[in-house]
């Protein structure tokens, strides 16, 4: 099952808006008195996506407040944030692809992501600190691309 930040952000009873006038460095903003989630207007879906994901996170483990100075615990909501946007299996077959393709029909990181409907930054943390192990080549494949065409990437708002 795939998971949504949208339909999550909606049972925590969040009210999401979007806005221009956001910090584009952090992508959203809280304020705890009427529950609204502010996310930056006019990112792309798949940023979007990741940034909610991350800010529920920060939700929930009650740390938006203090965040600021905290590497450690960013990164740590990041890498829960990627774990619940990353569906394992999926990761794992393109993991799979990469050795049986050429290098000169491989293309770059962002691929990969996109193929995962994540960021770049989201996929290096779930590489890094979730499946280290099953480490995707630095080049992507281009075969998965095609398949992708056919089988896309939803983002359900």
């Not at 806005?19 to 959203?28: A, C, I, P, Q």
């Not at 792309?44 to 590497?71: F, H, P």
Request: proline share 4%.
């Amino acid at each position: 099952m795939s998971y949504n930040p949208y339909t999550h952000a909606f049972e925590l009873g969040l009210t999401l808006h979007w806005s221009h006038d956001v910090d584009e460095m952090e992508g959203f903003e809280w304020n705890p008195e009427t529950r609204v989630l502010t996310v930056l207007a006019g990112m792309g879906s798949i940023r979007e996506r990741c940034t909610l994901a991350v800010a529920i996170v920060m939700l929930e483990r009650d740390v938006l407040d203090s965040i600021d100075g905290r590497a450690a615990l960013f990164i740590e909501c990041r890498r829960v944030a990627a774990g619940r946007l990353i569906d394992a299996d999926r990761y794992a077959h393109l993991v799979d692809r990469v050795d049986h393709i050429p290098p000169a029909d491989r293309g770059g990181w962002r691929m990969h992501a996109a193929l995962l409907g994540v960021t770049k930054s989201i996929l290096d943390i779930y590489m890094n600190h979730i499946s280290p192990t099953r480490r995707i080549t630095p080049e992507a494949i281009i075969t998965a691309a095609s398949e992708a065409h056919t089988q896309p990437i939803q983002i359900v708002r």
